[in-house]
């Protein structure tokens, strides 16, 4: 069995008198495809944000490569090898395609070898021929392309896809999930959140659940949608 690469000890997360996260365990092995799955408002999001650096938990904490991550920005993170993508792809805007893949490594003080690194990440997502683009020239799946290329600019060990697929086509769902498939067998290991559920139990080789800020499953993807509670909270039946 490979190593624990990221574990979750029992986090937690308030804002104000709202508990989003109440005690969250969570362990993911390296090389693993692990599905995060929760009806709007369980905390996946907010989950999403303490592991990335963007919100500090109130309790417990993260330790990813047997290291502690409480007070190390979201930079610093990256730096050590954990990346994410967002739900809305943010590209910057007024930069060209392969200007957005140069600023994550230029970030990281990757400067040498950035141009080839850079092409490198768009042919990985099959947007090459466009690396002179604007962003707001690309398709709704070509950006989320985009948002994985520069997630992935680092080489991160651990990938969270936020999203990846919101509103994307039957076939488009297909596009990304093999691009996740190849980074996966890549030897990234990937957290993917995700509501297309076609999408979720091809993928995942584990589920966790989370209900109102508490995991309350994880385990193999046919049980897990399989038990009571699941089918109630997250499926509606």
């Known amino acids: 069995m490979s190593e624990v690469v990221l574990r979750a000890d029992g986090v937690g997360k308030r804002f104000g008198g709202f508990t989003?996260?109440?005690?969250?365990?969570l362990e993911v092995r390296a090389g693993e495809r692990l599905g995060l799955i929760g009806p709007n408002g369980s905390g996946k999001s907010t989950f999403t944000n303490?592991?990335?650096?963007?919100?500090?938990?109130?309790?417990?904490?993260?330790?990813?490569?047997?290291?502690k991550l409480a007070g190390l920005k979201s930079h610093e993170r990256a730096r050590r090898g954990l990346a994410r993508t967002f739900q809305l792809p943010r590209p910057f805007r007024g930069l060209s395609v392969i200007e957005n893949i140069r600023v994550p490594l230029a970030y990281a003080g990757r400067h040498?070898?950035?141009?080839?690194?850079?092409?490198?990440?768009?042919?990985?997502?099959?947007?090459?021929?466009?690396?002179?683009r604007m962003p707001k020239e690309l398709t709704q799946v070509e950006l989320r392309r985009l948002e994985l290329a520069r997630a992935t600019a680092l080489k991160p060990e651990l990938l969270i896809?936020?999203?990846?697929?919101?509103?994307?086509?039957?076939?488009?769902?297909d596009q990304i999930l093999a691009l996740l498939f190849r980074l996966n067998a890549g030897g990234t290991t990937i957290i993917m959140i995700e509501h297309v559920m076609r999408a979720v139990t091809e993928f995942s080789q584990r589920l966790a659940v989370l209900v109102a800020g508490k995991k309350v499953a994880d385990g193999d993807p046919k049980t897990v949608l399989s038990m009571p509670e699941v089918e109630?909270?997250?499926?509606g039946r």
């Open 112 to 132: 040498e070898a950035t141009e080839e690194r850079a092409m490198e990440c768009l042919e990985s997502v099959e947007l090459a021929g466009k690396a002179q």
């Open 20 to 25: 989003a996260l109440s005690g969250v365990n």
């Open 161 to 173: 896809a936020d999203e990846a697929m919101a509103g994307l086509s039957h076939a488009e769902v």
């Open 232 to 235: 109630e909270a997250y499926l």
């Open 50 to 67: 303490c592991l990335a650096g963007a919100f500090p938990s109130h309790d417990g904490g993260f330790t990813f490569k047997g290291q």
